[in-house]
T-cell receptor, first 113, second 108 residues
Framework: DTEVTQTPKHLVMGMTNKKSLKCEQH?????MYWYKQKAKKPPELMFV???????INESVPSRFSPECPNSSLLNLHLHALQPEDSALYLC????????????FGSGTRLTVV | ELKVEQNPLFLSMQEGKNYTIYCNYS?????LYWYRQDPGKSLESLFV?????AVKQEGRLMASLDTKARLSTLHITAAVHDLSATYFC????????FGQGTRLTINP
């Protein structure tokens, strides 16, 4: 298995909703990442987990809450989002060290209404 | 803070022509990546460049890295319509930072 699987592929949520994005990989990668990508912009790093511990938080608002329950799974919990949070959310994973690069999932297209 | 700049940001070219996309970065790094993204899709890894002078080729695409000049190039040879996409370079220095992307349109 050489893929990063993200679910759901599309999500529409209201500003008072609570939802979660899920990311899974079975490549034995020990680093996992969340990126946010607005239309016509490059991906921007949000969080990095290394060996199941949060190692980088790029000053992301607390309405985004990451969780890494085990080495294969990464979640992003969403609460009280704003319309400007609508974007493509990409999960990625990599080996440690990262000589073979990063594998990106297909993304979750999030719309906040 | 690491900055990654690509140029051009938009490129419209005819099939059969050659062109080069440039990626400059501001701090020392020996890991550079090129990705392709189709509209509404995720990132497809094209090349991983790990050392000065690295050159990799796949089909009509060739990427190179000059770490001393902090410059990578993505060269397109005899372009075909299927190569139309947005191309990102990304540089790693403690974290992966992307360039702005080059939106490439290849016209028949």
């Amino acid at each position: 298995d050489t893929e990063v699987t993200q679910t759901p592929k599309h999500l529409v949520m209201g500003m008072t909703n609570k939802k979660s994005l899920k990311c899974e990989q079975h490549m034995g990668h020990r680093a996992m990442y969340w990126y946010k990508q607005k239309a016509k912009k490059p991906p921007e790093l949000m969080f990095v987990y290394s060996y199941e511990k949060l190692s980088i938080n790029e000053s992301v608002p607390s309405r985004f809450s990451p969780e890494c329950p085990n080495s294969s799974l990464l979640n992003l919990h969403l609460h009280a989002l704003q319309p400007e949070d609508s974007a493509l959310y990409l999960c990625a994973s990599s080996q440690e060290p990262r000589n073979y690069g990063y594998t990106f999932g297909s993304g979750t297209r999030l719309t906040v209404v | 803070e690491l900055k990654v700049e690509q140029n051009p940001l938009f490129l419209s070219m005819q099939e059969g022509k050659n062109y080069t996309i440039y990626c400059n970065y501001s701090t020392t790094s020996d890991r550079l990546y090129w990705y392709r993204q189709d509209p509404g899709k995720s990132l497809e890894s094209l090349f991983v460049l790990l050392s000065n002078g690295a050159v990799k080729q796949e089909g009509r695409l060739m990427a190179s890295l000059d770490t001393k000049a902090r410059l990578s190039t993505l060269h397109i040879t005899a372009a075909v319509h299927d190569l139309s996409a947005t191309y990102f370079c990304a540089v790693e220095a403690q974290k992966l930072v992307f360039g702005q992307g080059t939106r490439l349109t290849i016209n028949p």
